[in-house]
Every structure is written in C-alpha cells, then in structure tokens.
C-alpha cells in the first residue's frame, strides 16, 4: 500500500454536468476526509467517514454534493450540476482512529476540477 | 473568529536562519496538532504532530504546544530554499466526533 490514491487527477467539465471522484485511503484506515482548497486558502472541510458511517456534512456544503464510502473503504465524491464556483482541488485524507484518539491524516494527489 | 488562525505572510527568511511559524486555536477540547507542508499546486505532506505540551523535535524542525495559550508553533532551523512552502497548521480534538480543521496557512520563502 502506496498511500492514499486519488482518481482522476485532472478534470474538466462543462458547467452544469456532475463529476464524480474516488478516494482510496491507506488500506488500514478507518476514517477518510473530504476537504476543498482554493488558492490562497487552507483546505476546507467537507465531510468525513468512519468506516462506512458518514459522521458530519459541512454546512457549507449544498445539497449538490454527495459522498459515499459503501464499504468502508474506497469513498466517492459527486457533484451534480457543476458551478464555476466548484472549481477547485478536491483533496482526501486518511487516517486511524482507536480507543478515542486519531493518528496522523494523510493527503492523497488530489483532483483538480475545472468548471468551464 | 476562525477554528484555526494562521498568519498568512509570506515570512521570508535568508538561508540557514531559523523560520518560526505560528498558530492560534480557538476551542479548548482540542489536543492533537498537525504541522503539514504543501508546496505550490502539490497536496498537503505531514511533518510533524504534536499532542502534549511543550517541544517535539525532529531533524531540523521542532514543534511548540502551549495549550494553556492555546497557541502551536513551528521551528524550521537552517533553513534552505526547498523549504519555500506554505505550512498549515491543522488541529483535532482527541475523540472520535471532531474533524481534522486547517489554518489557512502561512507562506515561506527562503532567500538564497
């Protein structure tokens, strides 16, 4: 196990279509985020899983945003009705949780998305 | 007030001095800290944790908790030029409901 793993890498996509993205974590890890950055900025948080229970949903994020980790490991990130302001990098990180305290977070390539 | 607060420069120091870069958190429950490297157009890379007061030493880095001044820093010694990044800070509270939260970071340059 390499890492986490981020797929595709670069994407384009016409405004108004729905783009999906994968996010493989460290094989042994039972949490994965879901952060957006922007340039200039830190990056922010989405949403994240434990296992397969999606934990919280950032407030900031609409309703065209949806996020799945059906098994417990690989996760996906779908956007629908892409917006140019959706352009950014979609980042995911991995880490592990026991006995209520949670290790280090590892950040996969990340997915640029361009909104056109 | 912002979870996680970071200056966000650029700090520019010359070559082989020493880079301080510092954090500020706003919620006390908070006891794991995180210093990450991003450089430009690349993904967030974790250099140091920290979870107990006081210095955490690694190579050239040291990490700094103060949780009483609910303040972290980082220490880059002899700096070189490959240390121009951006540095966030991140913080988590050691539990299983709270998420990872990130600083918006702040910039170093290294002057050859």
Redesign the interface.
């Known amino acids: 196990d390499t890492g986490v793993s981020q797929n595709p890498r670069h994407k384009i996509t016409k405004r108004g279509q729905n783009v999906t993205f994968r996010c493989d974590p460290i094989s042994e890890h039972n949490r994965l ?1 879901w ?1 957006r950055q922007t340039l ?6 989405l949403t ?1 899983f ?1 296992n397969e229970a999606q ?2 949903k950032s407030r900031l994020l609409s309703d065209r945003f949806s996020a799945e980790r059906p098994k417990g490991s690989f996760s996906t990130l779908e956007i629908q009705r892409t917006e140019q302001g959706d352009s950014a ?1 979609y ?1 995911c ?1 991995s ?1 592990f ?1 026991s006995g ?3 290790t ?7 997915t640029r998305l361009t909104v056109v | 007030q912002k979870e ?1 607060e ?1 200056n ?1 420069g650029p700090l520019s120091v010359p070559e082989g001095a020493i880079a301080s870069l510092n954090c500020t958190y706003s919620d006390r429950v908070s006891q ?1 800290f ?1 210093w ?1 490297r991003q450089y430009s157009g ?5 250099i140091m ?1 920290i979870y107990s007061n006081g210095d955490k030493e690694d190579g050239r880095f040291t990490a700094q908790l103060n949780k009483a001044s609910q303040y972290v820093s980082l220490l880059i010694r002899d700096s070189q030029p490959s240390d121009s990044a951006t540095y ?1 800070c ?1 913080v ?1 509270r ?4 709270y ?7 702040t910039r170093l340059l290294v002057r050859p």
């Open positions: 985020y952060y200039g900025q830190g990056p922010e948080f994240y434990q934990l919280e990098m980042l990180a880490s949780i209520g305290r949670d280090e977070a590892f950040f996969g390539q990340g | 996680v970071q966000s794991s995180f990450y690349k993904s967030p890379e974790l944790s966030l991140a988590n050691a539990d299983s409901s998420k990872l939260i990130f600083g918006s970071g």
